[in-house]
């Protein structure tokens, strides 16, 4: 986690897999947390001439946790997680 002064806290994809499995309490098996966004809409356009600019609404509602193969980049292997 880094902390910044304009921002409380930031987390890396793996720290908030460790987080998830400790807190779900979870000790056995290979995980990812991933994000999946919702594209509620908006377009995907670079400025214009007039400097104006469009814009896109994506909402992230959960962080979901998945059970991968453990030769999975970046899975967090649960049962390596200490207090």
């Known amino acids: ?4 002064k ?3 806290a930031v987390y890396t994809m ?20 991933v994000i999946i966004p919702d594209i509620t809409g908006g377009q995907i356009k670079s ?8 814009g896109l609404i ?5 962080i979901n946790l998945i059970k991968v193969d453990e030769n999975t980049e970046n899975a967090v292997d649960a049962s390596c ?3």
């Open 14 to 33: 793996t720290e908030l897999t460790e987080l998830i499995l400790k807190n779900e309490e979870i000790t056995e098996g290979h995980y990812l947390a």
């Open 47 to 54: 400025n214009t001439e007039d400097k104006s600019t469009q």
């Open 81 to 83: 997680l200490t207090d």
């Open 1 to 4: 986690m880094t902390k910044d």
């Open 58 to 62: 994506i909402e992230f509602n959960a």
């Open 6 to 8: 304009n921002i409380e």
